[in-house]
Structures are given as structure tokens and as C-alpha cells.
């Protein structure tokens, strides 16, 4: 179950969803603007004012199938993200918190708002202390996927309106024990990817653990394809 929200040295001492022991540890903020700008288009970036001296990034970095997924726990910054068309931004909050303004919306992120998603467009974060998760995701796949959870006859058309704006899903009283159902789901799929004996032989790469998590990722987004078949 996720976190409530919990103070910077409590932050900061939680473990990482996985690679825990392999995290890469970065001080130099320059140096790990220069890596990001390999994986995003990053526009700026930077520690926030009070931080600069303090700087910690802590991360590690997992591949399922075309996904490369990174958690870690970073101390305050803030950067903007460029538009990125038919590719969306997902992060998830384990602790800590962060804001992003996108599209002339200000979205939180928190243990109890615990998923944000921008569908490809820019937007600027602030992060405070922060220990989660983040992802890009293909569009297209993602309405694909929900077509084929709904059914014979479902049309990934039906689901495009799903992620075509910005939003947080929050730990409301309708959904959240599904929620947390899912998100406990997600997170044992990370699992999968931090076994040591399951990396050792070939088995793994055979599950096709990025379609278990675009699967995840369509029931978060579409409630409507949790009725039972």
C-alpha cells in the first residue's frame, strides 16, 4: 500500500521500488541534466532555490519489453519537459510530493493523488522531496490495449478521449480500495523485474511483462473495463 505523506528525511530513507541496492546516486545536477536529456526533452532543469548545495538524485532503471521504467528518490527541483506527441508521461508517487503545471492546469501529485499522466504535452514540474516512479508510454498501444481488455468489437477509437488531457488520479472514497488494488498490482509486476534468480535465466523476457503493465495502466485509466467478463 502506498505511503502517506511523510517528511524529507523519511522520504529520503524509503527504498526504491526496485534496484534498491543498485541505485545510481547523483550530486552533480549539470551531469544528470546531460543524462536525462537522453531519455526526455528536457527544456530546464535544475535545483530548486535552497537545495543547490544539497542536491541528491538517487535512481535506478528497469526494461520490460519497449518500456524503460526508472524510480528513485530526488531532492527538490524543478525542470519543464517538452511536447513529445503520441508518447505519454506517467509518474507515480510513492512518497513525497511534486506539482506540474500543463496545459494551464496545476496538477498535484501526492501519496493520495498518486498517478499523473500527460498525453505527449510540455510541462513543468516542481518536485519537492519525492521517491516514485516514472514512464513513457506509447499512446497508441495504450488505446490498443483497452480495445482488447473490452473485447470482440471494441475499437481502440472508443478509448483515444481517455488520454487525451492531462490529469492525477486521486484516492477518492468511489474507487479507492480499486485503486489500491491496481497500484498493488503495478507494483508487484516491478517485482517480476527486481528478482535476482528470475534474471538469471530466460523465462522472464518471455512474460511479457510491459503488456502486464499497459494492461495495468488501461484499467487505471478506463474504469469502465473493470466489470467482470
Sequence with gaps: MLSVPVEAPEVSSLPLLFHDEQAQVDRDP????????????????????????????????????????????????????????GVGAINLCCSGSSTYLVDGHELRLTPQQPLYFSP????????????????????????DTAAAIAGLGAAPR????????????????????????LLRLLRRELALLDDPWLQEGPELSHLAIDDLIYRTLALLFCPELATPP
Design 158 to 181: 472508443r478509448f483515444i478521449g481517455r488520454f487525451e488531457a492531462p490529469k492525477v488520479i486521486a484516492m477518492d472514497e468511489t474507487r479507492r480500495q480499486r485503486l489500491l488494488r
Design 30 to 85: 549539470e551531469a544528470l541534466a546531460s543524462r536525462l536529456a537522453q531519455h526526455y526533452f528536457l527544456r530546464d532543469f535544475g535545483p530548486r532555490l535552497g537545495y543547490e548545495r544539497n542536491f541528491l538524485h538517487r535512481a535506478s532503471t528497469a526494461v520490460a519489453g519497449d518500456l524503460i521504467l526508472s524510480c528513485g528518490y530526488t531532492t527538490p527541483f524543478q525542470g519543464i519537459i517538452g511536447e513529445r506527441p
Design 120 to 143: 505527449g504535452m510540455e510541462y513543468q514540474g516542481t518536485i519537492d522531496h519525492f521517491n516514485g516512479l516514472a514512464l513513457h508510454i506509447d499512446l497508441k498501444r495504450l488505446s
